[in-house]
């Protein structure tokens, strides 16, 4: 990967959803180390207590602020745009990472309330956060920003009995597509990064053994989240005339491509 050189300025804003664990998490304490404002966002506050002591811990450069919202609450959204604005007047990235999944499942095993959950997070709360992002970088000065959507591998290719998560992130390909579109007149640039097999908690245990679509449980590659951190800092030192719309990035010996 080609790392630019270009710096990022130090009072730039974001908002990373999801901040409290994993890729979010990542996200957020990397664009601290950078100098940014960061509102870290998510439900349980004290995981996004956490997410500022470490950066803390680190001394890191920027500042961050945390934010309790449920993204899939239209009201509590608002609210949250409406305090960015506020205390800065603009808003130049959104993270939009926030998402959560069903244990393995066949559709005909799955309830209806919590296929509803999913979508309602993964695909309506992530509509929310870019309309209230896009609202907020389409009138401030100076205009524009970029919104990067947490897609996943499973936007292309689904795991077994995974069939709400997959269809909420074929979804998200729709909604990158449409805001990038939409988004050129207001120097309003949207993107979408697919990940594969990033180490978190969450995904640990595929190191022990994941079901494949054969029955078979297989021990699975797992990558540094460090590199998908790194990955969105890259994309962030872009101008706003370039866009990056689409972006795997995997654990290169999980099984993906081909038939394994």
């Known amino acids: 990967m080609i790392r630019l050189k270009k710096k990022i300025n130090n009072n730039k804003v974001a908002i990373v959803t999801g901040a409290g664990s994993g890729i979010g998490e990542a996200v957020a304490l990397a664009l601290l180390k950078e100098g940014w404002h960061v509102f870290l966002v998510g439900r349980n506050t004290d995981k996004l207590i956490k997410t500022k002591k470490k950066s803390e811990k680190n001394k890191n450069k920027g500042f961050c602020q945390i934010f309790s919202c449920d993204v899939s609450v239209e009201t509590e959204v608002q609210k949250l745009f409406l305090e960015v604005d506020k205390k800065y007047k603009r808003l130049d990235v959104l993270f939009n990472n926030a998402g959560i999944g069903l244990k393995t ?3 005909d095993e799955i ?37 990067i959507n947490n ?15 997959t269809t909420s992130k074929h979804a998200v390909t729709g909604l990158t597509k449409s805001i990038a579109l939409d988004g050129r007149n207001d ?12 180490e978190t908690k969450l995904t640990r245990s ?46 290169n010996k999980m099984p993906y491509i081909g038939r394994g």
């Open 111 to 147: 309830n209806f309330q919590d296929w509803k959950k999913v979508i309602d997070v993964n695909i309506n709360g992530m509509f929310l956060c870019a309309k209230f992002a896009y609202k907020l970088m389409k009138k401030q000065k100076p205009r524009g920003g970029r919104i």
């Open 105 to 107: 499942k066949t559709i």
């Open 206 to 251: 595929f190191k022990e053994g994941v079901i494949q679509p054969n029955g078979k449980k297989l021990k699975e590659a797992t990558m540094d989240v460090k590199h998908v951190a790194e990955t969105i800092i890259n994309i962030l030192k872009l101008p706003l005339d370039t866009n990056i719309l689409n972006l795997t990035i995997m654990a």
């Open 151 to 165: 897609g996943s591998i499973s936007a292309y290719t689904p795991r077994p009995g995974s069939v709400a998560y």
């Open 187 to 198: 120097d309003i640039v949207c993107s979408q990064i697919d990940i594969g097999n990033a």
